[in-house]
């Protein structure tokens, strides 16, 4: 059994508002499985009761065969499943150093020594090396807030990455970034990403930047997976291209 | 009998806490202003009403009845100059700013008019008695309760009343409602939030100098009353739920009851209880309970 | 343990200190002894800030630390000033590790309100105990230090020796901790405690160690406060006591562990003027002194000496 992630019946409603509805997916080790779907489509909330922010109304989660259902985020982290944000999750006042320490940090130990400086060699080497496979090295002590938006979610994915998780969820990996920028980002975390050998699922707006990456594509549609298979079977399928990605005829179905 | 003297005093109490602390409640409800500066307008009140008609009284100037109405409008013009200077002289730059920032705000504010007012009355204590002991007292199931305590009890239930009415049921009690609830979207469709924001203050304020004004004839008027005071509204305003009128009646009756119930039976946990209802409240249900959760979003 | 530079200059201004008190006039030495137990208690209030907390009850364990004190001179006959200290800060962080259970689960106005209702409740519970004097508190016995009694005109400036030499070593640890794992992890949660959740860490469990060390830092304040004052009463627990830490906090801001220590000095000299020249407009100072910091200053006074202001500003 090579299936890292599995979800069953995964259902999660706001009062009247469905977000999720039977959700049922397996992903397998080494899978890149992009995520499409329009907004609201219930792609994030997904990705929220995967990792533990949200409990789910119904349904059951699977990470390595173990349930994960009603764990908390800090305790799906340290199995092995770690998640980047739509908006870049970092610590704003910190430099883009310290933003990496603390999570080599936390990756080292649940316990945080009360005496011994957070900022020493091996961490710093740590931080250096993957500050590196980033190529965002010239941004090490720069405060985060000053830093560009394209840095941001490379900072926020590496702090994913450093506590060596099996798994990786992306939301939105390239959102806020210009287009031209988008793929020489999407180019530089995959490469990161192949070279850790993690698991990666990425929820994902440009097509062109999916078909580019995964072998397989879940595509979300109100809550539901509409579509779930290899990348030109799901974008040709019509609900898809009725839903989702809008195909070539899609504004002549509109009209009707 | 017991039972009935903590029910009444319980009931007084609670109806001088609701005064109080309707202000807060409405302020913090609308512009997420936890103001601490609200026990300095209620000192405000009680010292406006205790110099003004003490003197009209001491010098025997008119009819009672005029002397209440003096002592009420007073307050009221008070509350309406104070509100607006805070208002428009301090607050409005800050708007936006991080929760307990705006309460440091408010406390620094606190800090000012406590010697303002020590600047304008001076320490000594004022006595404005003559309301009070006009009124005479009743006898109530064979306790003597006074006049003056039981029009509290009816006034604050009048203004209870009368501020839920205008929320609930009145057009500009609905705009305030979207304000509260969303303020962005009430913005977005047109309210001008500025000036709601100028008149939910002003009303606070004015809620709160009429609190000390009805008060002042009951008590000595001293400096720190205020500081006092913000405390028990603090309690209150918590425990029923930040920005309910519902739950700042709610509030003040658990709390003047407690209480009352502490006064007459263990008198050495008097402070103990307000605080520890307060406590326990927070600590089972944070948001009071009245209170709404808000949630963050990633 | 190797010392920093800056751990040694620590080091370094608390011995000219030291020094400095024996040649400084009486009324000096005692009014810095208070000031610095007041820095003390202000660094229990500026290590929660660190975490993004605002206290207003700090004086809980500011009172917990000088009551402890008192009530074991005066009820068990103990006199030695280590053994006091240990009782005083032992006393606090016994109540804080249980408050710390209710405590960490609330942040912002939650967490302040909450400080503020435990303060005042034990204020009550004072205010209303005949048997420790209610308001009027009751006097600190004389202190000794394993068998040495301090002469009529020694103990002043034995107690500020002894209070440097303890901020000197406290700074020192505070230092430390500022640049620890925990203390890091503290500054983490205040600036995003979900992503602090998201990557394997338990925001309660640093936050809670965090308000257990900060409650032993204030009591230590609170212990050697009563033993410099000689005296204690429930004030030290009223939410306008905790008021004043907060200020002195963001007087001196969250920067630097001198920080707090510097405000503490400055705030007692001026006030010791103001109190003098205008009593009953010292509050008002205060007020727009506060108000000047948070819309000038909002690093506080320190970042004036680093530039940071300009900084803020860009």
């Known amino acids: ?91 704003p006042q ?31 080497a740590q931080a250096d090396a993957i500050l590196a496979e980033f190529d ?64 990666v699922l990425f929820v994902e707006h440009d097509m062109d930047v ?47 | 009998m017991s039972l009935f003297a903590v029910l009444i005093d319980g009931t007084i109490y609670a109806s001088w806490l609701f005064l109080v602390a309707a202000g807060l409640t409405v302020i913090y409800g609308v512009m997420r202003i936890l103001n601490m500066a609200h026990g300095s307008f209620y000192a405000i009140g009680a010292y406006t009403a205790a110099s003004l008609v003490g003197w009209y009284f001491n010098n025997g100037i008119g009819p009672v009845w005029v002397g209440y109405l ?25 708007y936006g700013r991080d929760e307990v920032l705006m309460v440091i705000i408010t406390y620094a504010l606190l800090l000012i008019l406590e010697d303002t007012m020590k600047m304008i009355w001076g320490v000594n ?148 209880v307000i605080y520890g209802v307060m406590a326990l409240v927070l600590a089972v249900r944070p948001q009071g309970l009245f209170g709404r959760v808000l949630a963050r979003k990633i | 343990m190797r010392l920093s530079k800056t751990e040694l200059i620590l080091l370094g201004v608390a011995v000219l200190l030291a020094a400095g008190g024996v040649i400084a006039p009486q009324w000096l030495v005692f009014l810095l002894t208070m000031a610095l137990a007041k820095a003390m208690v202000v660094q229990g209030v500026v290590m929660q800030m660190r975490a993004g907390l605002v206290t207003f009850g700090q004086g809980l364990f500011f009172c917990i630390g000088g009551y402890a004190v008192g009530m074991s001179g005066h009820f068990l006959d103990i006199t030695d000033l280590a053994l006091l200290l240990v009782i005083g800060v032992g006393a606090a962080v016994l109540l804080a590790m249980l408050l710390g259970l209710l405590m960490t689960r609330y942040r912002e106005i939650f967490f302040a309100m909450l400080s503020l209702a435990f303060s005042m409740i034990l204020y009550g519970v004072l205010v209303k105990s005949s048997a420790l004097g209610s308001t009027d508190g ?83 304040g609170g212990g050697f406060m009563a033993l410099s004052a000689g005296h204690i009463d429930p004030e030290m627990a009223y939410w306008i006591t905790s008021g004043e830490f907060v200020f002195i906090a963001l007087l001196g801001g969250t920067a630097h562990v001198a920080a707090p220590f510097i405000a503490a000095i400055l705030f007692a000299v001026v006030r010791t003027y103001a109190i003098e020249l205008v009593p009953h407009s010292w509050q008002m100072i205060l007020g727009f002194t506060l108000l000047a910091i948070i819309v000038f200053l909002p690093k506080g006074l320190w970042s004036l000496f680093t530039g940071q202001a300009r900084r803020a500003k860009a």
């Open chain 2, 125 to 272: 204590p004022y006595f404005a008695y003559q309301p009070y002991a006009e009124m005479g007292r009743s006898a109530l199931a064979g306790l003597k309760v006074s006049n003056y305590d039981l029009m509290l009890v009816g006034i604050s239930l009048v203004l209870g009343l009368g501020l839920w009415l205008w929320l609930e049921r009145t057009h500009q009690g609905k705009v305030l409602r979207a304000v509260i609830h969303d303020r962005e979207v009430a913005m977005a469709m047109g309210v001008n939030v500025r000036r709601m924001f100028t008149l939910v203050f002003v009303l606070g304020t004015m809620l709160g100098t009429l609190a000390g004004a009805l008060t002042a004839p009951a008590i000595s008027v001293v400096p720190g009353m205020g500081v006092e005071v913000i405390v028990l509204a603090f309690a209150v305003v918590v425990i029923g739920g930040m920005g309910s009128i519902e739950g700042a009646a709610v509030g003040a009756l658990l709390v003047g009851l407690s209480r009352a119930a502490a006064v007459h039976y263990a008198p050495e946990f008097e402070l103990f």
């Open chain 1, 94 to 124: 910190l430099s883009v150093l310290d933003n990496l320490l603390i999570a080599v940090s936390a990756a080292q130990s649940p316990f945080p020594s009360l005496l011994a400086p957070m900022r020493n060699a091996s961490r710093i």
């Open chain 1, 1 to 91: 059994m090579n299936c890292i992630l599995e979800t069953q019946g995964l259902c999660k409603e706001f009062g009247a508002v469905t977000a999720a509805k039977d959700v049922n997916v397996r992903i397998h080790k080494g899978e890149v499985v992009g995520v499409i779907g329009s907004n609201g489509a219930g792609k994030t909330t997904f990705i929220n009761m995967v990792t533990g922010y949200l409990k789910p109304s119904r349904g059951e989660i699977l990470f390595n065969g173990q349930s994960i259902l009603g764990r908390t985020p800090r305790a799906i982290t340290r199995a092995g499943m770690a998640r980047s944000f739509q908006v870049a999750q970092l610590f």
């Open chain 1, 210 to 256: 999916v078909r580019r990456y995964v072998s397989r594509i879940l595509a979300f549609y109100s809550g539901e997976v509409l579509a779930d298979g290899a990348p030109e079977a799901v974008l040709a399928n019509p609900r898809v291209q009725e839903f989702v990605t809008g195909g070539p005829n899609a504004h002549k179905r509109a009209a009707q």
């Open chain 1, 136 to 199: 965002i090295s010239r941004w090490r002590d720069t405060l985060v807030t000053a830093v560009p938006q394209g840095v941001r979610k490379l900072i926020d994915i590496a702090m994913a990455l450093i506590g060596d998780p099996q798994m990786l969820l992306l939301d939105e990996p390239t959102s806020g970034v210009s287009a031209e920028e988008k793929t020489a980002l999407m180019d530089t975390v995959m490469r990161v990403v192949a070279q850790h050998q993690v698991t």
């Open chain 3, 138 to 220: 009751f006097n600190v016995k004389a202190w000794t230090l394993i068998g040495w009694t301090p002469a009529a005109g020694q103990a002043s400036l034995a107690l500020f020796i002894i209070i440097v030499a303890c901020s000197g070593l406290l700074a020192v640890l505070l230092h430390r901790y500022s640049r620890s794992s925990a203390g890091m992890m503290c500054e983490a949660i205040r600036e995003n405690e979900v992503r602090v959740e998201y990557l394997g860490q338990s925001p309660r469990w640093v936050l809670y160690m965090n308000y257990v060390a900060a409650a032993a830092v204030s009591a230590l």
């Open chain 2, 70 to 94: 003096l002592m009420l409008g007073c307050a009221l013009v008070a509350g309406l100059i104070v509100g607006l200077i805070i208002e428009r002289g301090l607050l409005r730059f800050m």
